[in-house]
């Protein structure tokens, strides 16, 4: 009677081809594309992490999320050292002086916390849908390589349950992107249709 490898020793079949192949991309090696395979698999969060590419929209997201932090922190820091000094003077100060620039405090600082909240929603927002267009970018080198190969769909490996890893061209993917000399922006971002 012949017994089926376990799932176990498939996944770590699986990982150490990953570790065996995963130093070939920065070595200028790449394991040989799938030959007359019908799919195609690919790990796009792995073609984000690891490629060049998707680091550098990493560190410019991280850029800008310290950014909006430092200035957040900036206005309530302000914000702090003049409360201080408002209650410093509430014993200087006629009540309805004291009363009208405590309630004037009190809006700038809700329209500050507005203001903050806006755009820490508007740079979610922005970083949420360049990931979405750095993946949407992805699809022209999965055009080339299904016309290189002859396959008929590139399929998302996390979907699938078992596969063959030769199947595997997140490395090829990894390679033709940071190969391309356009790098994505931050600034780029294209409004939401």
């Known amino acids: 009677m012949s017994r089926k490898p376990s799932v176990w020793v498939l996944v770590a079949a699986s990982s150490l081809w990953l570790l065996t192949v995963m130093p070939a991309v920065g070595q200028g090696t790449l394991p040989p594309l799938p030959v007359d395979p019908s799919i195609l698999l690919v790990n796009p969060d792995r073609v984000f992490e690891r490629s060049e590419t998707g680091r550098a929209v990493t560190a410019q997201i991280e850029e800008r999320r310290m950014q909006v932090i430092a200035r957040s922190d900036a206005v309530s820091t302000a914000f702090a050292e003049e409360e201080r000094a408002l209650t410093a003077l509430r014993l200087e100060l006629p009540r309805d002086e004291f009363v009208a620039r405590a309630e004037d405090f009190d809006r700038r600082v809700q329209a500050a916390r ?80």
Request: glycine fraction near 2%; hydrophobic fraction near 45%.
């Open 114 to 193: 507005s203001a903050q909240d806006l755009e820490a929603d508007t740079f979610a927002r922005d970083a949420e849908r360049f990931q979405r267009q750095f993946f949407s970018a992805l699809n022209t080198i999965y055009a080339e390589l299904l016309q290189e190969t002859g396959a008929q769909a590139v399929l998302d490996i996390r979907s699938v349950l078992l596969a063959d890893q030769s199947l595997d061209v997140t490395l090829h993917v990894i390679a033709r992107l940071d190969e391309a000399s356009a790098r994505p922006s931050l600034d780029a971002i294209e409004p939401d249709e």
